[in-house]
C-alpha cells in the first residue's frame, strides 16, 4: 500500500490543491536540504534496491551523480518540492513540509527518465491531454503492459484533472536566473510485491520555451541513510 506526504497530499480537494500550486514563488536563495545543491557529487547505495532490480523499469545509477540542475516548487503553507538533476536528467526529488531542513524532510524518491512522446497533431495531444486522456485516468499501463494505479485523487471515480504548476529550474547557483517548466501531470504507483519495492509514474506534458511533449519518468523511495552528498 502506498504511503507518504506527497504521495497522499492529492486526496485534498481539487480547489484547495490548485490554490496550494498556485502560490509559486520565485527566489534568491537556494534551499538545499541534506547538502544537495548544484555542482554537489551523489552517491547513492543502491544495494537494497537492486536485489528487486529485475522487477523494476527504474534503471538504478551505476556510478556518482553530478548535480547540474536545481527545480524548485513552493507549494505554499511552507512546503515545497527540491529537485536535483544530473546530466541524463535523473532526478532526486525532496519533499519538506513545515520548513528546508533536514529533519522538515517527509519524502526522498529518486526519479529516472523512462520515455518521452512527441504528439504532433491536437488529435494525438487529445489522447494524452484532454479530458478523459490518457494522464489522469484511474490506470497507466506501459507499452509493455505494466500498470500502475493512480494515486493522486486515488478516491475519485473515473477521470481526475492533472495537477497543474510551474517548476523554477536553475542552473547556476550564483544567478537568479531561471528556466520555467509548466507541469500538467499525474502520479501513478504500483506495487510490485509485499516484500519488494514500489515503484511510482510521473507522468506529465511539459512546456518548456516553444517545446511541449508528454514525459514519464520512474522512481523508487530512498533512504537519507542511503545517500551521500558530497
Known amino acids: 500500500m502506498f504511503s507518504g506526504a506527497m504521495k497522499s497530499l492529492f486526496k485534498s480537494g481539487a480547489r484547495d490543491l ?24 551523489v552517491d547513492i547505495d543502491t544495494i537494497p534496491l537492486r536485489m528487486n532490480a529485475d522487477q523494476l523499469h527504474v534503471e538504478l545509477p551505476e556510478e556518482t551523480m553530478l548535480i547540474v540542475a536545481q527545480g524548485y516548487i513552493e507549494l505554499g503553507d511552507a512546503t515545497y518540492v527540491h529537485r536535483y538533476y544530473d546530466a541524463k536528467d ?23 527518465p523512462h520515455k518521452s512522446y512527441y504528439p504532433s497533431s491536437e488529435g494525438e495531444w487529445g489522447q494524452w491531454a484532454s479530458k478523459g486522456g490518457k494522464i489522469g485516468a484511474p490506470t497507466f499501463q506501459l507499452d509493455d503492459g505494466s500498470e500502475y494505479s493512480r494515486m493522486w485523487f486515488d478516491s475519485t471515480e473515473g477521470y481526475a484533472e492533472p495537477v497543474e504548476y510551474t517548476e523554477s529550474v ?59 552528498v558530497i
Open 170 to 228: 536553475y542552473e547556476d547557483p550564483e544567478s537568479d536566473e531561471h528556466s520555467d517548466v509548466y507541469h500538467r501531470v499525474m502520479l501513478y504507483g504500483r506495487n510490485l510485491e509485499a516484500d519488494k519495492k514500489n515503484e511510482y509514474l510521473l507522468a506529465s506534458v511539459e512546456e518548456y520555451e516553444d517545446e511541449r511533449t508528454v514525459e514519464l519518468m520512474v522512481g523508487v523511495d530512498l533512504e537519507i541513510a542511503n545517500l551521500k
Open 18 to 41: 490548485k490554490s496550494k500550486f498556485s502560490k509559486t514563488q520565485e527566489i534568491d536563495e537556494f534551499p538545499t536540504p541534506l547538502g544537495l545543491r548544484i555542482g554537489a557529487a
Open 90 to 112: 535523473t532526478m532526486i526529488q525532496v519533499f519538506t513540509v513545515a520548513g528546508m531542513e533536514d529533519h522538515h524532510i517527509e519524502e526522498l524518491t529518486l526519479y529516472v
